[in-house]
């Protein structure tokens, strides 16, 4: 079995080239790096990181070296200069400029790397009074993800965020942290000085103890006429990552004029908005030069923007006759738990994680005796491989598997008793734990948590 680096949208760099002057990307809060959408623009890109903490900062300088467009700042920011306590908590990650709530803590297991075992004393500045110092006359993109203190810093960044055009910022909606401004807070905030919410995304839920943690409900979110099922468990809402667009870049029009419109562009490319994208791009090609809508329109024709390909729904009481496959980058793809498809020299694949299960929604009812088959080309680990358990409508499937030239197939059958009152199938793919990809790849500061990847799958009547 081989391991592949997810990969990134390389649509980004090729947008980054028609843009006159870098990118700025503020990264507040940049514990363990940059996101790699920002560090592929190379030279086109400059991101500068802050974070309190000195000995992460010298760490991240060393990894950087060589990266003259990357710059890390080892102070925190705030509402005004001066210091500030750091309090410092069992999982790093968790450090904050505000006190972890004891009780909210002591009463969600899922939040014990929350607990304080330390303070110290750091610098604190405004990011408006670093950019007048710096000479830094315009930043991009702003992100944020400093555990409670999100406001405080938006404040310090009032004449900052005239030019900014996209804000990433970690919100809550039951405080984690002792006076932590809420979302509703940020919200104002930022509506105030013309961002529209654009997505919430990775929203964490926490339960109590002692609360039942073995079941499963579904919940669903609607994109136009698409329905996305997902499968969730308990447990209360505390954060998730918010992000905003200044109207401009919301609702894009052709007077912004074709530079302005491409630089948005690139901005919501790099964040994985593809329909602004689109968007933008659809307007600069009304004033741009014929040797612009020549790259625009080659940039459009990508797979990522061309139509979802759409799934008959008149299918969904039909009963599967004959052969149905599907490859991990097919329009059709549709269910929760999976990283976005790379593209490898023989075909796409997509990995699962972080979550320990990921599903697959096809628009057929299965017969008993149906073969399931598919193609995982990686594994995290052999453990991971060995333990991969896959459920059709909650019906456990045994697996069997056969060697394959990009990997290994795994195969079952429906058994005879089989029987579902759904009007499609529902696959879940569960795998016994995530790995981190930079525990097998030190060099790395990719974090993200990762099970198997996933080539193909296909469904074949008895």
């Not at 991009?140 to 999100?150: A, H, L, M, R």
């Amino acid at each position: 079995m081989r391991f592949s680096r997810p990969a990134v949208d390389a649509t980004v760099s090729a947008l980054a080239t028609l843009v006159e002057d870098p990118l700025v990307v503020v990264d507040v809060g940049c514990r363990w790096g940059f996101a790699d959408q920002w560090l592929q623009l190379g030279v086109n890109c400059h991101t500068i990181g802050f974070d309190p903490d000195v000995e992460e900062c010298k760490r991240l300088e060393t990894y950087y070296s060589g990266h003259d467009e990357v710059r890390l700042v080892a102070v925190g920011l705030g509402e005004a200069t001066g210091t500030a306590t750091l309090y410092m908590t069992k999982d790093p990650g968790g450090y904050s400029l505000l006190p972890t709530v004891k009780d909210i803590v002591d009463r969600h297991p899922a939040l014990d790397g929350g607990k304080i075992v330390g303070t110290s004393t750091v610098d604190v500045t405004t990011l408006d009074s670093w950019c007048e110092a710096e000479g830094v006359a315009q930043v991009d993109v702003i992100k944020i993800d400093t555990q409670g203190s999100e406001l405080s810093i938006l404040k310090g960044a009032e004449k900052t965020l005239e030019h900014v055009q996209a804000v990433e910022v970690e919100v809550e909606f039951n405080g984690l942290y002792e006076d932590v401004p809420l979302f509703g807070e940020i919200d104002r905030f930022l509506r105030d000085r013309g961002f529209v919410l654009w997505r919430l995304r990775d929203m964490a839920h926490y339960s109590q103890e002692g609360t039942p943690t073995d079941w499963w409900g579904e919940e669903f979110f609607y994109y136009d006429a698409l329905l996305a099922r997902f499968l969730t468990g308990g447990g209360q809402l505390f954060w998730a990552n918010a992000y905003y667009f200044k109207r401009d870049v919301a609702y894009p029009a052709p007077e912004a004029g074709w530079k302005t419109l491409l630089r948005n562009a690139c901005i919501t490319s790099a964040m994985g908005f593809h329909d602004l994208v689109g968007l933008a791009l659809l307007k600069a090609r009304d004033s741009a030069p014929p040797e612009v809508v020549a790259q625009l329109d080659s940039t459009l024709a990508e797979d990522p923007f061309q139509l979802r390909a759409e799934m008959d729904f008149s299918q969904s009481t039909t009963v599967l006759h004959g052969e149905f496959r599907m490859a991990s980058d097919d329009g059709r793809f549709s269910g929760w738990g999976w990283r976005p498809p790379q593209h490898l020299d023989f075909g796409a694949v997509r990995w699962t994680g972080p979550a320990r299960e990921a599903s697959i929604d096809l628009p057929y009812r299965l017969p008993a005796g149906t073969v399931v088959r598919m193609l995982i080309v990686a594994a995290m680990s052999s453990e991971i491989l060995d333990g991969l358990v896959l459920e059709v409508n909650r019906e456990p499937v045994a697996l069997t598997r056969s060697p394959d030239e990009h990997g290994i197939v795994f195969e079952g059958i429906l058994p005879a008793g089989y029987a579902s009152d759904r009007h499609f199938t529902r696959m879940v793919l569960r795998t016994p734990d995530t790995i981190q990809w930079n525990t097998l790849h030190p060099e790395s500061l990719n974090d993200t948590e990762l099970g198997v990847a996933l080539a193909w799958v296909s469904v074949s009547a008895p």
